[in-house]
């Protein structure tokens, strides 16, 4: 007997479950054309420093900083809503903290008014009335969001309510969770047991297949299953979160992935979904990013222009400046 499965593009990142139950997947395109999408991977803020946003390092003084001056430089590039997705309430509320201690809460009000997502269920509603409110009154507005939350799994974000969402680092689960460690230890006993099985069929042949079989065996070895589940449940939560802005054929935006890992771990990008992993430009410098928001921005608004559409007067123009503010925030 066979049958069919669909699922969201955010599930994408199942392989080894897959694998384990001996199923073969396919993934299709999305409806909207190339041009309505810019996926940006930053290696480094506007100050030149690396952003690791490891639980390690993502809550220092330094990184929290960039972190702001990132999100200043998207609000001054990108019209309409920018929606940020930050790993934790306790980061979001760390971050924020540090901001108002610096001055530098102030200047991002400056720009967009600022949004919180409330941890309270019954205090979410108000929370994006207030949000969409001054995306549509006052041309713009910054959401912070967090991973795993109600925003990033049940919320659509169309049009100028998310012309730009911003995921900041790579939302990996608790190592330590007794039932995390279970599955993954699960999935590492079956990858085994079916390797073992291979192995036994090569074995079956000429000694001369045999010796070949085993060569090309161990060529081919995965990484653990296990640990794979692990990386597939953070880029699940990742897909989820910036899949948020893209709702209907004729929408557009820019994604911003924020973090060194985005650049540098084939894998990772591997687990986005294909129409937005085969459209990202890594970058290692914050000067190029700022460059590529406005000039895509400044085509989208020629564009509505030419269809009689209004744009927000938040939108920047082709002759905007591009030049990164780093050094001169607090």
């Not at 001054?76 to 903290?97: N, T």
Request: proline share 6%; with cysteine.
């Amino acid at each position: 007997a066979a049958a069919a499965l669909g699922a969201s593009g955010a599930l994408r990142a199942r392989a080894p479950v897959a694998r384990v139950a001996g199923v073969r997947t396919f993934a299709c395109g999305h409806v909207i054309p190339p041009e309505s999408i810019l996926p940006l991977a930053l290696g480094k803020g506007p100050t030149g420093l690396e952003l690791n946003f490891t639980y390690k390092h993502r809550a220092t003084p330094a990184m929290v900083d960039e972190l702001g001056r990132c999100l200043f430089n998207v609000c001054c590039s990108a019209p309409g809503g920018v929606v940020a997705f930050l790993p934790s309430f306790d980061y979001e509320k760390l971050v924020v903290g540090r901001w108002a201690s610096t001055g530098l809460l102030e200047r991002l009000q400056g720009k967009k008014p600022l949004f919180r997502e409330p941890k309270q269920a019954a205090q979410l509603e108000n929370t994006l009335q207030a949000y969409s409110t001054a995306v549509r009154e006052e041309g713009g507005a910054l959401l912070l969001c967090v991973v795993g939350a109600k925003m990033s799994e049940g919320i659509n974000f169309s049009d100028d309510l998310a012309r730009c969402v911003v995921m900041v680092g790579l939302p990996y689960p608790d190592c330590t969770d007794p039932e995390l460690q279970q599955k993954m230890a699960f999935l590492d006993d079956q990858q085994r047991d079916q390797q073992r099985g291979r192995l036994s069929h090569a074995q079956s042949g000429e000694a001369a297949s045999s010796s070949s079989s085993k060569r090309c065996l161990s060529k081919a070895f995965v990484p653990s299953a296990g640990q794979e589940y692990y990386e597939n449940l953070c880029m699940r939560a990742v897909n989820q979160s910036i899949g948020r802005a893209i709702r209907h054929r004729g929408d557009f935006a820019a994604i911003v992935l924020l973090d060194r890992r985005f650049v540098t771990k084939k894998s990772v990008v591997s687990k986005l979904p294909k129409w937005i992993g085969d459209r990202v430009t890594p970058l290692e410098a914050f000067g190029p990013a700022v460059r590529h928001l406005r000039l895509f921005f400044a085509k989208k608004r020629s564009e509505l222009e030419k269809l009689q559409v209004p744009a927000s007067s938040s939108w920047p123009s082709s002759s905007s400046s591009s030049k990164a503010l780093g050094a001169s925030l607090p």
